[in-house]
């Protein structure tokens, strides 16, 4: 488990201690569930088998968070909402067929995702800064920060 100083990031701290619910997967039950995901979307046993591969790497996620928020300049909790999105969002590329295990699959996936959602947030930054003064009314550029 993930140390989070409960005082420092108090949401954190209750995420970490709903996580245990879901312990990292053995190397059996990981190859039961990459058996699982080959069967088709719609079977019940590759739904299940998606939940819980997503589920036993929300911890990965949170740890990620702890130890590189810092490197992109968000904080944590940020950190962990766009990691877990682009966790739940981009699983479907992730074959089960290839050689890579779904964790080093996941980190360059998160990575990727989150570099997006920062260049999206500088240029919208760049776009508000650019508006010249008299232009947006001074009650208006305010309220938007």
């Known amino acids: 488990m993930v140390e989070v100083d409960q005082d420092e990031h108090p949401g954190l701290y209750r995420y970490s201690i709903e996580l245990l619910e879901y312990p ?6 990981y190859a039961g569930v990459m058996t699982d995901l080959e069967k088709p979307e719609d079977d019940s046993a590759h739904i299940a088998a998606r939940e819980k591969l997503i589920c036993a790497h929300l911890g990965m996620i949170l740890a990620t968070a702890i130890h590189h928020s810092n490197d992109f300049f968000i904080s944590p909790e940020d950190f962990v909402g766009i ?5 739940v969002t981009e699983f479907s590329k992730f074959s089960p067929n290839r050689n890579a295990r ?4 996941m980190r360059k996936i998160v990575r990727r995702y989150l570099q997006a959602q920062l260049t999206q947030f500088s240029y919208r930054t760049q776009q ?3 508006i010249p003064a008299g232009i947006m009314p001074d009650h208006v550029f305010r309220n938007m920060f």
């Open 102 to 105: 779904f964790s080093t699959f």
């Open 128 to 130: 508000i800064n650019a």
């Open 83 to 87: 990691g877990n999105e682009a966790l």
């Open 24 to 29: 990292e997967l053995t190397d059996e039950q």
